[in-house]
């Protein structure tokens, strides 16, 4: 997987762009991510939070990095572990 993929869900209709990857198994709602997935099934419990479109995932080393094209009911995460929704940097003040 390299930046720039877009990788499906086998088990809901979250669909996602590689931002940034250097290792490991991307998942959504507990079953891997690939390319030419079906997102056909049903999320596992604990992976059913739901992903929200337009929004950036991350994980909390910061390697993995997803941005979320078509949301779904299962919720990404990297070898079993949630991502995390990224926070916008808040703007200077203009005084």
Same mark, same amino acid.
Do not use: H, Q, W
């Given at each position: 997987?390299?930046?720039?993929?877009?990788?499906? !869900? *086998?088990?809901? *209709? !979250? @669909?996602?762009?590689?931002? +940034?990857?250097?290792?490991?198994?991307? @998942?959504?709602?507990?079953?891997?991510? *690939? @390319?030419?997935?079906?997102?056909?099934?049903?999320?596992?419990?604990?992976?059913?939070?739901?992903?929200?479109?337009?929004?950036?995932?991350?994980?909390?080393?910061?390697?993995? @990095?997803? &941005?979320?094209? +078509?949301?779904?009911?299962? !919720?990404?995460?990297?070898?079993?572990?949630? &991502?995390? &929704?990224?926070?916008? +940097?808040? &703007?200077? *003040? !203009?005084?």
């Amino acid at each position: 997987m390299k930046p720039g993929s877009r990788i499906k !869900s *086998a088990a809901c *209709a !979250s @669909e996602a762009v590689v931002i +940034k990857y250097t290792g490991g198994t991307i @998942e959504c709602g507990g079953l891997p991510m *690939a @390319e030419d997935a079906a997102g056909d099934g049903t999320p596992a419990a604990g992976y059913d939070g739901g992903t929200v479109m337009g929004k950036r995932y991350v994980d909390a080393d910061g390697t993995v @990095e997803l &941005l979320c094209v +078509k949301p779904g009911k299962g !919720s990404f995460a990297l070898n079993g572990v949630a &991502l995390l &929704l990224k926070e916008a +940097k808040p &703007l200077p *003040a !203009s005084d």
